[in-house]
């Protein structure tokens, strides 16, 4: 028989959550929201990334 604190694990490590706020006129995210940090990004008007900002939630 499988501990429960084990399957508890097991079943949170499946569940990830990440959720991704896209520019509404490109193709490309300006935040990414995950469970332990959130990123947001900056671009150029040519669509290059010019900053890449992480923090810890």
Do not use: C
Request: no cysteine; charged share 25%.
């Amino acid at each position: 028989m499988i501990n429960s604190q084990v399957l508890k694990l097991i079943f949170n490590a499946l569940l990830y959550y990440l959720e991704v706020q896209w520019d509404p006129d490109r193709f490309l995210p300006i935040k990414v929201i995950e469970p332990n940090r959130i990123t947001v990004y900056s671009y150029d008007n040519q669509g290059r990334e010019l900053t890449r900002q992480s923090t810890s939630r």
